[in-house]
């Protein structure tokens, strides 16, 4: 049996093809997942890859629930798993003042609060073996803020504060904890986003969202997830990984324009490609009006 990593948030997206990988190498993999339904569906998928995947029943916005699903991981791996892959969470669409205090609250909790409480729970049993790893997977919304996701964005400039203290904090213990800042890839959480838009009545951000829809709707198809958990799994083997994993050239090219360009130019990039703005307009050339 290989050694043993928890997949949170595995049925989908970067989760699952992250379970999926790590177990086709020879992970002893566990999938943390919200329903038996999605236990089923990942289980399902595990087998068409010729796999093996356990399951585990977790909401990670619920303590109680998330402390008994922890406690149930450390009795199947005797004492605790080598490694933890915080990959559950999901992306707040809204403006800041459109977004309530209960939607803020959830958006912090399970993006934010429960990787660091899963962190403290499988903890001491990486202490007591003298190693460990904790992956977070962030967004490139971890380094750079855009409109109406503002939310999102502070959950995951959070959580790599969170992640940038943990790390030195358990270093001398053995345990490395590293980020993994993908770009934009075909999950589905922008779908799911724009679903969670604010349903504010005479919202003054209401046409900005539906120019944000219709940009994302004529943006060219994201790649597949599965070059993040090639990512996660290349960190993983390293005796040495990265505190910090970029992935897409999106991811890589904002962070270098962001460290280039003006403010004011950023901002208002971002405000177009948001539908915060208008698209700019551009003249037609002087006798081409008849063409």
């Known amino acids: 049996m290989g050694r043993s990593v928890v997949v949170t948030g595995a049925n989908s997206g ?5 379970a999926l990988e790590l177990a086709r190498v020879g ?3 566990i999938g943390t997942v919200r329903s038996e339904a999605k236990a089923d569906s990942l289980r399902a ?7 093996s995947v356990q399951t585990v029943r977790c909401d990670v916005a619920d303590a109680g629930v998330t402390e008994l699903a922890f406690a149930d991981i450390a009795e199947r791996t005797g004492g605790g798993p080598w490694a933890v892959v915080n990959n559950a969470g ?3 669409s809204g403006a800041i003042e459109d977004v309530d205090d209960a939607a803020v609250h959830e958006q912090l909790e399970v993006n934010l609060v429960a990787p660091m409480r899963i962190a403290r729970l499988v903890l001491p049993g990486m202490r007591a073996r003298g190693e460990g790893r904790i992956v977070n997977v962030s967004s490139i919304a971890g380094r750079l803020s855009a409109p109406l996701t503002g939310w999102y964005c502070a959950s ?4 790599e504060a969170a992640s940038d203290a943990l790390r030195m904090e358990v270093a001398p213990f053995g345990v490395a904890v590293v980020l993994v800042e993908p770009g934009g890839f075909g999950t589905g959480i922008w779908a799911e986003g724009s679903a969670r838009l604010p349903q504010r009545e005479g919202s003054p951000y209401t046409a900005a969202y539906q120019r944000g829809l219709a940009t994302r709707a004529e ?4 790649a597949d997830p599965i070059w993040v958990a090639r990512v996660i799994r290349v960190a993983l083997g390293s005796p040495i990984p990265l505190p910090r994993y970029l992935v897409g050239f999106d991811a890589m090219g904002g962070v270098l324009a962001n460290s280039l360009v003006p403010t004011a130019v950023s901002d208002y990039v971002k405000g177009v490609y948001t539908g915060l703005r208008a698209r700019p307009t551009l003249p037609r050339p002087p006798g081409r009006e008849s063409l």
């Open 90 to 92: 999901y992306a707040q």
């Open 14 to 18: 970067i989760g699952l093809s992250t």
């Open 45 to 51: 998928a595990a087998a068409e890859r010729g796999v």
């Open 219 to 222: 943006a060219s198809r994201y």
């Open 27 to 29: 992970y002893d993999v």
């Open 156 to 159: 995951k400039h959070g959580l």
